[in-house]
């Protein structure tokens, strides 16, 4: 009876043993099963938050992408055919240390039946998380005059007009960013005429001679959205000048007071410009000069000698007729002439002119040798002045983009 005793509280003691060891392998699984779906929650919640701070990088970079567009339209002409512009690449966000960064952001033109319409796609990452966006994206610079000053603008009213660029006009253009030439009608290039480093525009048919040289040009037909020529408000130049005293009520010359003369001095004598100056008839205009200013005639613009910058980075004039022409005819020798020219009629350039700056007429004519070197730098670098220039604000009205889709990929 005392071993049957003894027995029974051994295997009561194993019973308790084995029960204990039950226990405590449902608490280890508990356990282990629970660090391991919490190590798994937070590496799903890592991964969510390197996909949502990838995200916010490439939603960083369309936004990026279409204030460098809005602030700067001519990017687009940059554009190679059936290709991509890069336009940033491995641009830290937020910040250096954060882990992120705007991998890459192209832009890419899409063929539209009217307007300009482009592809942006922006590759965000964070660690180990990639996020791709892509936008598209309707572009209207047709509200933005300073534009057409950018390159060569020949509008006139007549979208079936023939525009034609002929004896040995040259059209030369920077690489980087490439300008524009608008054309409201039909585009004749030839006569041993030479355009460089252009993308042409024209409303209407383009004929390229064999005797003319186009390097590094772009161009397009039959284009839907040629700008208007802009409205030059003479009420608005009238005023601002009358306000600071340089409104002349006749034909005038500049520089008025020619120190050259009065005071013996050389002829390479510097005039000073600034503002806006109205002149309600003729101008004639030569000499050096220093300043940013806007000169504005209801009549003809008569350039009768070099008319040269003295810093040409930083000094510059826009000469504007209202109702008639601008002629630069300087005799005997060669005329160099750094301006932006406007006209609600035609250029007219007599013997060899090189004009430094951009064109905005009706019409180009010329008898003899005309070379153009445009750079929209020229324009980007001179705001306010081209503000003044088309009757205030920021150079007639922002570029407008309308965004008609947007993807995650």
Same mark, same amino acid.
């Not at 055919?81 to 992120?100: H, Q, W």
């Not at 996020?131 to 006139?156: W, Y």
């Not at 186009?214 to 959205?225: K, P, S």
């Not at 008639?324 to 301006?339: E, H, L, R, T, W």
């Given at each position: ?14 019973? #308790? ?12 699984? !508990? ?20 996909? !949502?701070? #990838? ?7 369309? &936004? ?19 290709? +991509?512009?890069? !336009? ?27 307007? =300009? ?24 610079? +047709? ?13 006139? @009213?007549?979208?079936? +007009? ?27 290039? *030839?006569?041993?005429?030479?355009? &460089? ?12 001679? %064999? ?24 009420? $608005? ?6 306000? =600071? ?6 034909? =005038? ?12 001095? %050389? ?84 013997? %060899?002119?090189? !004009? ?10 010329? =008898? ?28 007639? *009205?922002?570029?407008?983009? @309308?965004? @008609?889709? $947007?993807?995650?990929?």
């Amino acid at each position: 009876m005392h071993m049957n005793i003894k027995e029974s509280q051994g295997a009561e003691r194993g019973q #308790a043993l084995v029960l204990v060891m039950l226990v405590l392998m449902v608490v280890v699984i !508990l356990g282990s099963a629970t660090v391991t779906l919490t190590a798994s929650h937070r590496q799903a919640a890592a991964r969510q938050r390197n996909r !949502l701070q #990838a995200y916010y990088a490439a939603d960083a970079g369309v &936004e990026r992408a279409l204030v460098m567009i809005r602030q700067n339209p001519g990017v687009v002409n940059q554009i190679p055919p059936g290709g +991509s512009l890069t !336009l940033i690449s491995n641009e830290p966000y937020p910040e250096p240390s954060a882990g992120g960064s705007i991998e890459k952001v192209t832009v890419e033109e899409i063929e539209e039946e009217s307007g =300009t319409v482009v592809k942006i796609t922006s590759v965000g990452t964070f660690n180990k998380a990639r996020e791709t966006l892509t936008v598209k994206v309707r572009i209207n610079t +047709s509200g933005s005059p300073a534009e057409l000053l950018k390159g060569v603008s020949l509008l006139p @009213e007549d979208q079936n +007009s023939d525009i034609n660029l002929l004896k040995h006009i040259s059209i030369i253009g920077s690489q980087e960013p490439k300008p524009v030439i608008y054309v409201n009608g039909n585009l004749n290039i *030839g006569d041993k005429s030479t355009i &460089e480093n252009f993308n042409i525009y024209a409303s209407g048919k383009i004929t390229i001679n %064999k005797d003319a040289e186009l390097n590094n040009c772009q161009i397009t037909e039959y284009h839907q959205a040629i700008p208007d020529f802009p409205d030059l408000r003479e009420d $608005w130049y009238r005023q601002q000048a009358e306000m =600071t005293g340089k409104y002349f009520g006749q034909d =005038t010359t500049f520089p008025i007071n020619d120190p050259g003369k009065e005071k013996g001095g %050389k002829s390479e004598d510097t005039t000073e410009y600034s503002g806006i100056y109205f002149v309600n008839g003729n101008v004639k205009i030569s000499g050096r000069y220093s300043g940013q200013a806007v000169i504005v005639t209801s009549g003809n613009i008569d350039v009768t000698d070099d008319l040269k910058a003295n810093t040409p980075d930083e000094d510059l004039l826009v000469l504007i007729s209202l109702g008639g022409q601008v002629n630069i005819n300087k005799k005997g020798s060669d005329s160099i002439i750094d301006a932006l020219i406007i006209a609600n009629g035609k250029l007219f350039c007599d013997n %060899k002119v090189v !004009l430094n700056g951009g064109v905005l007429v009706r019409l180009i004519e010329n =008898t003899n040798k005309l070379t153009i070197y445009s750079n929209p730098v020229l324009i980007d670098s001179h705001p306010e002045l081209i503000g003044l220039a088309f009757g205030g604000g920021s150079g007639g *009205g922002p570029t407008s983009i @309308e965004i @008609e889709s $947007w993807s995650e990929q």
